[in-house]
């Protein structure tokens, strides 16, 4: 299986400020990476995907970048609606494994 | 409008049987990947498997192979997923997700369906 690994998993951060996650796979895995925001009691949304294009209707602060094996989540003023926990995906098999999952919380 | 409505939540005794579903409408069910994911309690997501309609071709992720099944009937544009036999651990939040049509994501999720396993 392709392992991805989130960091950090945790991220304490206010609002207007920029963060970076970032999610390493186990090996290449191209342009076949997904981020996800998840809320509590909701399914998770899709904000990137193809490791870098924004998906319809999701702000343009939210953008990704990457391939091979190194992605990076940016949020580039941080809202209060964006306080979250992000996850990564890998599509390149078909054993879709997500990251560990970044807890953002407001410091 | 692209929608995955899923079937309501579910209480069970550990031992007893259960199929889940999830129901496609507003796109071509038939011509995109289903997946299920589970999520335990304050947990991260985890990838079960997937299913293609059209032909029901299914792929497992090996943690699941064995211990679930999921299925679909392209008639009623609805994936199911099915246990067996259920075990505490396997109370958790279930999605189905369709994969968008080039593979880069899974871009329409349903609502969840929460199983609850308890004697």
């Known amino acids: 299986d392709i392992q991805l690994t989130q960091s950090p998993s945790f991220l304490s951060a206010s609002v207007g400020d920029r963060v970076t996650i970032t999610c390493r796979a186990s090996?290449?895995?191209?342009?076949?990476l997904a981020w996800y925001q998840q809320k509590p009691g909701k399914a998770p949304k899709l904000l990137i995907y193809?490791?870098?294009t924004l998906q319809s209707g999701v702000p343009s602060r939210f953008s990704g970048s990457g391939s091979g094996t190194e992605f990076t989540l940016t949020i580039s003023s941080l809202q209060p609606e964006d306080f979250a926990t992000y996850y990564c995906?890998?599509?390149?098999?078909?054993?879709?494994?997500f990251g560990q999952g970044t807890k953002l919380e407001i410091k | 409008e692209v929608q995955l409505v899923q079937s309501g939540a579910e209480v069970k005794k550990p031992g007893e049987s259960l199929k889940i579903s999830c129901k496609g409408s507003?796109?071509?069910?038939?011509?995109?990947?289903i997946g299920w994911v589970r999520q335990m309690p304050g947990k991260g997501l985890e990838w079960m498997g997937i299913?293609?309609?059209?032909?029901?071709?299914?792929r497992y992720s090996p943690s699941f192979q064995g211990q679930v099944t999921i299925s679909a009937d392209k008639s009623i544009s609805t994936a199911y997923l099915q246990w067996s036999s259920l075990k505490a651990s396997d109370t958790a939040m279930y999605y189905c997700a369709r994969r968008e049509y080039s593979g880069y994501a899974t871009d329409y999720w349903g609502q969840g369906t929460l199983v609850t396993v308890s004697s």
């Open positions: 193809a490791a870098s």
């Open positions: 299913i293609y309609p059209g032909d029901s071709d299914t």
């Open positions: 090996q290449g895995i191209s342009s076949y």
């Open positions: 507003g796109y071509s069910f038939t011509s995109y990947w």
């Open positions: 995906q890998q599509l390149n098999s078909y054993l879709y494994t």
